[in-house]
């Protein structure tokens, strides 16, 4: 079945430091969705892409639809405290919807 | 703002004991969702109802039912939990049928012992 691979599994930033994370599939998607997790919480949407090389930002985060059709990266510029959580990776389509296994931020003492 | 709330933060039950999760929301979304999240496997679909009274299976349905009567409500049952049920249960909604965005509740950290 189809499948997201998530990168990494965690990180450790310091405050202010930029931040990159990414997405691969096993088979090509018409949509990517970045959600994230505040420790607590359920996931909240922050981005979604719908077309192959599309490039979003939503404040200091960017997210980008891979040429391919096959990948997805969320970035994020200067680093702050409440980035600290869980970023997932989500293909949603209207039969389907799968979960990235998630990347857990933390800021480093 | 869209709500969704759910029963409980946390639970603690028996082994063999009959289980119910209920989730509520109150925009008048046609979907909802129920997920598990265990660390390291993200979030896995359960089941899902685009409409009262019906229902379709997520990708992990075993030991799970569902019930949706109303509308605002899904409520998640296991029928007799098992202590590989333990694991967080997050609720979602969304607008209607192909929508991308969901809502999600707090969750359940449930535990069965």
């Known amino acids: 079945g189809q499948q997201l691979n998530q990168s990494p599994q965690s990180m450790f930033i310091q405050e202010g430091e930029d931040v990159s994370m990414n997405c691969t599939s096993s088979?090509?998607?018409?949509?990517w969705l970045w959600y994230k997790q505040d420790p607590g919480e359920g996931p909240v949407l922050l981005i979604a892409?719908?077309?192959?090389?599309e490039l979003t930002s939503n404040g200091r985060l960017t997210a980008q639809f891979g040429i391919t059709r096959k990948d997805s990266f969320l970035n994020i510029s200067a680093s702050i405290p409440s980035d600290v959580g869980i970023y997932f990776c989500v293909y949603s389509s209207a039969s389907k919807i799968i979960f990235g296994s998630g990347t857990r931020l933390s800021i480093r003492p | 703002d869209v709500k969704v709330t759910q029963s409980s933060r946390y639970l603690v039950k028996r082994t063999g004991e009959k289980v119910f999760l209920e989730c509520v929301q109150d925009m008048d979304h046609e979907n909802m969702f129920w997920y598990r999240q265990d660390p390291g496997l993200g979030l896995r679909l359960i089941y899902f109802s685009y409409d009262v009274k019906m229902k379709e299976k997520g990708d992990i349905p075993e030991g799970y039912s569902v019930s949706r009567e109303k509308k605002e409500r899904f409520s998640l049952i296991l029928e007799s939990a098992s202590t590989n049920q333990t694991s967080m249960y997050l609720c979602?909604?969304?607008?209607?049928?192909?929508?991308?965005?969901?809502?999600f509740g707090p969750g359940t950290r449930l535990t069965v012992t």
């Open positions: 979602a909604s969304s607008l209607a049928r192909g929508a991308y965005e969901q809502y």
């Open positions: 088979s090509i998607f018409n949509t």
């Open positions: 892409l719908y077309k192959a090389g």
